[in-house]
């Protein structure tokens, strides 16, 4: 069983910058493609983004496109996100999650394994 450990949010202004980091307890995270979801108060879980098992290859949600990247380093057993310019609508709880490859990527039904998730509040 993996267990996935978010850590890098905050309270910010508008336009600033934050990185989040999903540390994994072992290195089957190698077996698992990987998302960012985030969920606001009194709001659906929704998905940010997410990256391929191998390849790189990366979807993100079009509200996040151009200013949130996802990235990882398996030699680190870790998942990044990246987000700059961030807005107040960009408020809420971050997760990461793990699933198996070759599943939709958007649903959070098909991820097996959940961070406990980091708070990013941005301040307009």
């Known amino acids: 069983q993996v267990q996935l450990v978010e850590s890098g949010g905050g309270l910010v202004q508008a336009g600033d910058s934050l990185k989040l980091s999903c540390v994994a307890s072992?290195?089957?995270?190698?077996?698992?493609?990987m998302g960012w979801f985030r969920q606001a108060p009194g709001e659906e879980r929704e998905f940010v983004a997410t990256?391929?098992?191998?390849?790189?290859?990366?979807e993100y949600t079009d509200s996040v496109k151009g200013r949130f990247t996802i990235s990882r380093d398996d030699a680190k057993d870790t998942l990044y996100l990246q987000m700059n310019n961030l807005k107040p609508e960009d408020t809420a709880v971050y997760y990461c999650?793990?699933?198996?490859?070759?599943?939709?990527?958007?649903?959070?039904?098909?991820?097996?394994?959940w961070g406990q998730g980091t708070q990013v509040t941005v301040s307009s």
């Open positions: 072992d290195h089957t995270f190698t077996n698992y493609a």
């Open positions: 990256i391929s098992r191998i390849g790189g290859i990366t």
């Open positions: 999650a793990a699933r198996p490859p070759f599943t939709t990527y958007n649903r959070p039904a098909v991820y097996e394994y």
